[in-house]
Structure formats: C-alpha cells, structure tokens
C-alpha cells in the first residue's frame, strides 16, 4: 500500500523558517520524483517543488526559487522542504506526491497518490 506522511507544518511568522518531511513507503522510492504541492482557502492546487530520487535532479517554481529547498534521503525514503523567508501567501495546506516537471511550465500531480497533507500558517 502506497503511503506518503508529511510532517512539520505550524504557524510562524513572516520571514521565518519551516521544515516539511515526507515519509514515503509500499513503492519503490528510487522510481520517483516526489514534490511538494500546496493548496489554499478558494485557490487551486500549486506544484511547488519536485525532486527525482533517482538522479537528485530537482525543480522549483518560480514562486520559491531562492527560498525553498527541497532534498531527499533514499536510506530513509523520506524528502523534505526546506522553506525560508517565508511569507504570507505561502499560507497553505501543503502536501507531497509523486510528480513532474515541465521547465517555464510547473511541478504536476504524476498520479493520485497523495499523504493527508499539513497545515502551514505565515502570518504577517
């Protein structure tokens, strides 16, 4: 059984820091890319993030370049989310899954695999 469990979200103010984990099990982890996705109140799913465990080759959107960073740890088969100067529009429920990229495009949903997601709040 495919299972994906983020942990990590809170509230922390503008300009702060959080850190996401993804634990990931019942699939083969290297076979992958996982990113991160988020959705707000009203607002569609964003892809934000994506990494392909088999290379470490990596994306971000626009919206986080130079702010997030995402890695991966195949012996644990977890990735995390390393955001920085966080700001309030990045309010969301954020939540990992198997993904791709398109360059200039975005980060999309590969399948409908999906953890429960968590909750980051920035206030301002």
């Known amino acids: 059984e495919v299972q994906l469990v983020e942990s990590g979200g809170g509230l922390v103010q503008a300009g702060g820091s959080l850190r996401l984990s993804c634990a990931a099990s019942?699939?083969?982890?290297?076979?992958?890319?996982i990113g991160w996705f988020r959705q707000a109140p009203g607002k569609e799913t964003e892809g934000v993030s994506c990494i392909r465990n088999s290379d470490g080759s990596k994306y971000n959107v626009d919206s986080v370049k130079g702010r997030f960073t995402i890695s991966s740890d195949n012996a644990k088969n977890t990735v995390s989310l390393q955001m920085n100067s966080l700001k309030p529009e990045d309010t969301a429920v954020y939540y990992c899954?198997?993904?791709?990229?398109?360059?200039?495009?975005?980060?999309?949903?590969?399948?409908?695999?999906r953890g429960q997601g968590t909750q980051v709040t920035v206030s301002s």
């Open positions: 899954a198997p993904c791709y990229w398109v360059v200039g495009v975005g980060v999309f949903l590969e399948s409908d695999y």
């Open positions: 019942g699939f083969t982890f290297d076979d992958y890319a």
